[in-house]
């Protein structure tokens, strides 16, 4: 039990800390910065500490919410990866889906590029797995 009280104690410490030294760095670049580019007044210690709160009420940050940002990105480049195991035929139906979803349309987008099919060289992304 006693040594649950000393872990709390030590994160209490850790943050009270933490908070003085983001509060006192916020109060050194202020007075150091905004009344010679600005002309702004110079502010204390605990007018810093009140910009920190401020800008965490404001803004968020600082904090982890749930996990990594990136939960969902379990590859480096997940499309590419699809797109490298697609036969040609679908690579050319998948193009062409797109080309009619996001050229053709109620305004005759449809003919913008002509009506010739894109003719991928796959050698491309055969080198970049390559190296």
């Not at 009344?35 to 404001?58: E, M, T």
């Amino acid at each position: 039990m006693k040594r649950k009280g000393f872990k709390i104690a030590g994160i209490v410490l850790l943050v009270i800390a933490a908070g003085t030294g983001f509060s006192f760095a916020v109060m050194l670049l202020w007075n150091a910065l905004m009344p010679s580019i600005f002309g702004l007044g110079i502010i204390s210690f605990w007018q810093a500490l009140g910009l920190l709160v401020l800008s965490r009420l404001l803004f968020g940050g600082h904090g982890h919410h749930g996990g990594s940002r990136f939960k969902g990105m379990r590859h480096k480049n997940a499309i590419r990866e699809k797109w490298m195991k697609m036969t040609p035929e679908e690579r050319k139906e998948f193009v062409n889906k797109r080309k009619e979803h996001m050229w053709g349309g109620r305004f005759g987008r449809r003919h913008f590029f002509g009506d010739k099919d894109f003719d991928f060289d796959c050698t491309d992304f055969d080198k970049k797995d390559n190296e």
